[in-house]
T-cell receptor, first 114, second 110 residues
């Protein structure tokens, strides 16, 4: 079975622009979470979605938004990009998003903001 | 909130054993995960502990003490490919999120 897939792999944007990142979960998984990982740090939680509903939100500004589609894939949108948004954005899927579910990570999207 | 601490770096020799400690303070603990992350790659799942005690999976073992807010990951018979960052992550009962430590970079030397 295919794992979690993300697109694009790399992205370069300039300050003020908007970006959309995409994620497809493992087949059968209904929950998707998004994380931001800055170099040298652990991933930081941004959002969790389950059955198209937002279940959790981390400490990120409103410039960050996401949604989940009926096929359980997800998009993360970031508006008005700042230099500090440069990071690896990771998507993780789990069966139903319970706290005891293992989250499986995709390869990530490397975003560079110039 | 959560406060998760783990050492920044560790170095060990091929074939040796290394123990990576993780301490945490959290309001809604519901399990602890260990992930391995090679440079430039995504984290991969290693282990999950929710009850006190030791979980063994081949060369890797993970231990949890809920009363002490403490866990460790034990890597035995180290191989060069084990050089990576090891992330301790606490699962929150209420928020459904994983809170990660900063990671421990393990370097295996010949």
């Amino acid at each position: 079975d295919a794992g979690v897939t993300q697109s694009p792999t790399h992205l370069i944007k300039t300050r003020g622009q908007q970006v959309t990142l995409r994620c497809s979960p493992i087949s059968g998984h209904k929950s998707v979470s998004w994380y931001q990982q800055v170099l040298g740090q652990g991933p930081q939680f941004i959002f969790q979605y389950y059955e198209k509903e937002e279940r959790g939100r981390g400490n990120f500004p409103d410039r960050f938004s996401a949604r989940q589609f009926p096929n359980y894939s997800s998009e993360l949108n970031v508006n008005a990009l700042l230099l500090g948004d440069s990071a690896l954005y990771l998507c993780a899927s789990s069966l139903v998003g319970q706290s005891t579910d293992t989250q499986y990570f995709g390869p990530g999207t490397r975003l560079t903001v110039l | 909130g959560q406060n998760i601490d783990q050492p920044t770096e560790m170095t060990a020799t091929e074939g040796a054993i290394v123990q990576i400690n993780c301490t945490y303070q959290t309001s809604g603990f519901n399990g602890l995960f260990w992930y391995q992350q090679h440079a430039g790659e995504a984290p991969t799942f290693l282990s999950y502990n929710v009850l006190d005690g030791l979980e063994e999976k081949g060369r890797f073992s993970s231990f949890l003490s809920r009363s002490k807010g403490y866990s460790y990951l034990l890597l035995k018979e180290l191989q060069m490919k084990d050089s990576a960052s090891y992330l301790c992550a606490v699962s929150d009962l209420v928020d459904y999120k994983l809170s990660f430590g900063a990671g421990t970079t393990v370097t295996v030397r010949a």
